[in-house]
């Protein structure tokens, strides 16, 4: 009786072993081990090395739980046989099945869960050393499940969202990080079309004349930069600063061409992605850029200022007319419609 209560004891005690210790690995995040490396914590290197392959770890997990919850039920099953009566067989066998559900697996992931990282932290070494051990027969389970097996995102976007949302309730996060955080996945789901200023309200300067006959114009301006176009807007053949114009009127220059202070401008499609717009303004080192219809004209003007302001917000500086020239160009349409 002693053997059957001892071999119990010890299916019981591997069982929840293995199962507290799986719990945990899956209750810590790699960017937590990674962390954890930084602060120097023991093991913590062991722990972002199975975080990183995750698959070999929990495979020899998977094959010591079950060696002793299935070869472990069929020794009790050989002892009880022995010192039992047939009748008591199949009792042993219920209670059995119970006290690997409450104490092999239930309870030791619970535990597993709420103290993932003392856990993970000690188990990661030896479970590297385990799966070395255990490499050939570890190799051709591989082999023979890679066909039934396929890649999945490790967190998709989705569930970033929603962990920043529970975040913010649980007080981890500030409200402005978790809007941030929308924002930046928002930017992908944006195009030049959705944040440019259109043709239709777009300032822009004829190149073809002198300063001289834009002088008024130019000192109104509220613009820093402004594209300079040759006979009519949809044909932009450059930008050019208002300061550069200043300092030629101040230093009377004023019979000079405006085309003469023009720089090469970007052209964009309507499509292009806000992502994609914010990163080539920062490759090419520029601030505007005009958009091109489908057909090659011009459909508008997009800043560096716009692709931002999705990020934090309008911004409005003490030269800004607060006027959104996409709504006005909106009013202007209908007001032609009517």
């Known amino acids: 009786m002693q053997t059957l209560i001892l071999t119990i004891l010890i299916i019981l005690s591997g069982s929840a072993f293995f199962s507290g210790i799986e719990a945990a690995l ?31 770890p929990i495979t020899v997990i998977v094959i010591f739980n079950n060696i002793f919850n299935i070869v472990g039920s069929m020794f009790v099953g050989i002892i009880a046989s022995q010192v039992l009566d047939s009748a008591w067989i199949g009792a042993i066998s219920a209670i059995l099945t119970f006290l690997i559900i409450v104490f092999g697996e239930i309870i030791p992931k619970s535990i597993g869960e709420n103290y993932a990282e003392k856990i993970s932290l000690i188990a990661a070494k030896p479970l590297i050393l385990a799966t070395k051990i255990f490499f050939p027969f570890i190799w051709f389970i591989e082999r023979a499940t890679v066909y039934f097996t396929k890649k999945h995102k490790i967190v998709s976007e989705e569930e970033i969202r929603i962990l920043s949302h529970l975040g913010h309730l649980e007080g981890s996060i500030e409200k402005d990080e978790k809007e941030m955080i929308h924002k930046v996945f928002r930017l992908n789901d944006l195009v030049a079309k959705d944040i440019m200023t259109p043709r239709t309200v777009v300032v822009a300067l004829d190149g073809d004349k002198t300063l001289e006959e834009l002088e008024e114009k130019i000192y109104s301006l509220t613009h820093s930069r402004l594209p300079v176009f040759h006979k009519s807007i949809d044909k932009i053949i450059g930008v050019c600063h208002q300061r550069n114009l200043l300092i030629a009127l101040g230093k009377d220059q004023k019979k000079i061409k ?15 992605k806000a992502d994609e717009l914010l990163a080539l303004f920062q490759k090419q080192r520029c601030h505007i850029a005009i958009v091109a219809d489908e057909f090659g004209g011009i459909a508008g003007l997009v800043t560096l200022e716009d692709v931002l302001e999705q990020l934090v917000g309008e911004i409005i500086d003490e030269t800004d007319v607060e006027v959104d020239m996409r709504v006005k160009a909106k009013k202007l349409k209908e007001e032609l419609l009517l």
């Open 26 to 56: 899956f209750s810590i995040s790699l960017s937590r081990a990674k962390v954890l490396a930084e602060q120097k914590k023991k093991g913590s290197a062991s722990l972002v090395a199975v975080k990183e392959n995750m698959r070999r």
């Open 258 to 272: 405006v085309s003469e202070f023009r720089h090469e401008v970007t052209f964009v499609p309507e499509d292009m």
